[in-house]
């Protein structure tokens, strides 16, 4: 039995770095914390407790989280740290060394962190838990909304795939989920405390049933029904997962969205065969004509990575024009980071930190193309927008169905509402297309 008198009246602050499944797992620690009695410190105020969620997915992601827990550490002078998720779990060593840090969680145990805080007197020496990544096998429950209007349900923990550029597997083990009736149980939850909007989170949401014997599509059309919840959106799903039954669903659902998010990595076939991806761009490409033949309103977003081992100048070029030919609507694009341990390193041709930078600027040059023709097709005509919350005196801004992001003049009173507004015309900086609201 944990004795909470400890953590009575205490303050914490939460950092995270990299995916939405993080920021919901965050979402949770901070939950736990704040049932044993721990208060989220106010602006300004120096807390008791810093809880650092950690990404290791490149080495840009490495040096963030360093610089996030020695920020922390500045700030909160003699507050108890506590530092977990990817790097902690990869690197528990590097950041056990770090001044300040007094606690390091690995993946398994982060779900436990209560009964590892103690008194929460500072260590002379940091104390590091973690396991080997064969005995990452809880599934973390969260559905949580932050400070953001959308809630994020996470359905899937951990991945089967081992793609040589990545150590997301090392880090968060086995493909594992929650059960279908946990999962509805959640979002009846969310429900009930008003959310209208969940978003699916998980590393690997397509492998969905590893562990209890369900699909993805069975999820999916068990979500469909809960009542209170106006929208879902499936946050990535690989492309040999996303079923021509997954589609069709979704494009007769009452309640997913027509957005769709899939990583495509690499637009070359020789390039997916060195990063031992489970399809080509010919199985790609046909998931993006079934979507836009079954939605032409839908928003593709595509993940991509350049400059990595083995990518020569002809295999990018013929990426680039592979892309270049898809009917998608955005891309994010990253730029190789090489991982210890992983396989890429073993391949030959390196591609220089400068040609890495070009590649990706002519990515996002397209992207840009492509998301600011997509917006345009929808300028003049009318649609239901969620509204999302935001700070005063700066325009509010809210997402359609198909996820363009309108803007409209500040009112408290729009936030989580599904408004009717017109597009009129994109915004100064193009991220948004200013909107006229019709009907709130």
């Known amino acids: 039995m944990i004795d909470t008198s400890v953590f009575q009246d205490k303050t914490a602050v939460y950092y995270t770095l990299g995916c939405k499944l993080n920021f919901s797992e965050t979402s949770t620690i901070g939950k736990t914390l704040k049932e044993a009695g721990v208060r989220t410190a106010r602006k300004g105020e120096q ?30 002078p003699g507050a108890f740290i506590v530092v977990t998720g990817c790097y902690a779990q990869l690197k528990p060593d590097v950041v056990s060394k770090i001044d300040g840090v007094d606690l390091v969680l690995g993946a398994e145990q ?33 559905c949580s909304r932050g400070d953001r209007t959308r809630y994020f349900l996470k359905v899937q923990d951990g991945c089967d795939y081992y793609c040589s550029y990545c150590t997301i597997p090392f880090a968060r083990g086995r493909s594992r989920n929650g059960s279908i009736s946990e999962l509805v149980a959640q979002a009846k939850q969310a429900a009930t405390e008003g959310g209208k909007e969940i978003v699916l989170t998980g590393v690997n949401i397509g492998d969905f049933g590893k562990s209890t014997g369900e699909t993805f599509i069975d999820l999916i059309k068990a979500l469909d029904e809960v009542e209170g919840i106006e929208r879902y959106r499936i946050s990535s799903i690989e492309p040999n997962l996303l079923t021509d039954e997954i589609i069709e669903f979704v494009a ?38 079934k979507i836009k033949k079954m939605m032409p309103n839908a928003f593709i977003g595509v993940d991509v990575i350049v400059g990595t081992r083995g990518e020569t100048e002809e295999f990018f070029e013929d990426a680039y024009s592979f892309i270049s030919g898809l009917d998608i609507t955005q891309l994010h694009v990253f730029s190789y980071s090489e991982r210890p341990g992983t396989q890429a390193l073993k391949i030959e041709h390196a591609v220089s ?43 509010m801004h809210g997402f359609t169905d198909n996820y363009i992001r309108i803007e409209v003049e500040h009112d408290d009173s729009l936030d989580n509402r599904l408004i009717e507004v017109k597009l009129n015309e994109f915004n100064d900086d193009f991220t948004a297309v200013k909107a006229e609201i019709i009907k709130k």
């Not at 950690?54 to 020695?70: H, L």
């Not at 009452?254 to 199985?283: A, C, E, W």
């Open 47 to 76: 807390a008791d407790i810093c809880v650092i969620n950690t990404c290791s997915v490149t080495e840009v992601a490495d040096k963030k989280c360093r610089q996030a827990i020695n920020r922390l550490s500045k700030d909160h």
């Open 110 to 142: 982060k779900k436990d962190l209560l009964q590892y805080l103690g008194d929460l007197q500072k260590h002379e020496i940091s104390e590091t838990h973690t396991t080997s990544t064969k005995d990452i096998i809880s599934f973390i429950p969260s």
């Open 252 to 289: 007769s659902s009452k309640r997913f969205m027509p957005h769709f998010h899939i990583p495509l990595q690499s637009g070359s076939n020789d390039v997916l065969k060195l990063m031992r991806r489970k399809y080509n761009t010919s199985l790609f490409e046909s998931k993006i004509l």
């Open 353 to 395: 930190t400068d040609e890495k930078h070009k590649r990706s600027q002519r990515l996002l040059s397209l992207s840009d193309e492509k998301t600011k023709a997509f917006y345009q097709k929808y300028i003049g005509t009318t649609m239901i927008a969620l509204m999302e919350k935001t700070k005063k005196d700066i325009p």
